[in-house]
């Protein structure tokens, strides 16, 4: 992948950080749900290799396990005893769900939203939490990690891979001091065409940057889909713990994002 991505860049300060596991109550699964997202994977298996998708798009975008995971892992569902699964990137070959059918059209708005504690928040390189691809080109995505273009070791950046282009050139957003090591955060990402800004990102509920133009196309069609690495291959691999992991074929309001993550806390 050419190392010349074009980024706006946020000065984010860190919210408080902490040691224990959120205590999510039972109703941010029902608050999903009301929302009827097209991908929606709680990651919450205890065995073998499969995932089912529970958005609309149903069992033809189920996923499977490849690489070294571990699965029934302790999750940021702790209330109602959903488990999280755990995705390495080293060693041995690195950890990645692929989509078994991920045939989603341009979308000129969706919502990313999941919840994740990564391993290592010092890597210098982005790491793929969501990639969508086509044709071997990173269509969109979200990563966290450090700055991919200049080579920056601010690892607790997340970003959002704007895919409109056919190249891998395409222009992403880098948000600084976003996730913390071994902390669950629940974050996510609103993208609309046409509008300024087109995209926004939140962390913990609360909208913490927002960037881009109108002119910005829709997100290009994609055929694959990852969580943990990168669209068609396993590299730029995520390493950490995942849970919910949703996407959405619309702009989800700032409060319906903030209700997510305060139903998951018990608010």
Request: glycine share 12%; charged share 10%; aromatic share 10%.
């Amino acid at each position: 992948m050419p190392a010349h991505y074009k980024h706006i860049d946020f000065e984010i300060p860190c919210f408080g950080e902490f040691d224990a596991s959120p205590q999510i109550h039972p109703g941010h699964a029902s608050e999903l749900a009301a929302d009827q997202p097209l991908l929606w994977f709680p990651l919450d298996e205890t065995s073998g290799t499969a995932t089912n998708n529970r958005g609309s798009l149903g069992f033809a975008a189920n996923g499977v396990y490849q690489g070294g995971f571990t699965l029934g892992q302790p999750g940021a569902i702790a209330r109602d005893d959903a488990t999280a699964a755990h995705f390495n990137a080293s060693p041995g070959p690195p950890a990645s769900l692929a989509l078994a059918t991920a045939n989603i059209p341009a979308l000129s708005a969706m919502t990313l939203s999941c919840w994740l504690r990564p391993d290592n928040t010092q890597l210098r390189l982005l790491n793929y939490v969501f990639c969508a691809s086509a044709g071997g080109v990173d269509r969109w995505g979200l990563w966290c990690g450090g700055s991919y273009a200049t080579g920056g070791v601010n690892g607790r950046n997340l970003g959002f891979l704007l895919g409109g282009g056919a190249s891998h050139q395409s222009p992403a957003m880098t948000f600084q001091d976003a996730t913390d090591q071994y902390q669950w955060r629940h974050v996510a990402v609103s993208f609309q065409s046409g509008v300024t800004p087109c995209t926004r990102f939140y962390k913990d509920g609360q909208l913490i940057a927002s960037a881009g133009n109108a002119s910005q196309p829709p997100l290009a069609a994609t055929t694959h889909l990852r969580l943990a690495a990168r669209g068609d291959v396993t590299h730029l691999a995520y390493a950490g713990r995942l849970a919910h992991v949703a996407v959405f074929d619309r702009v989800l309001s700032p409060q319906r994002i903030a209700t997510h993550y305060q139903r998951g806390i018990g608010q």
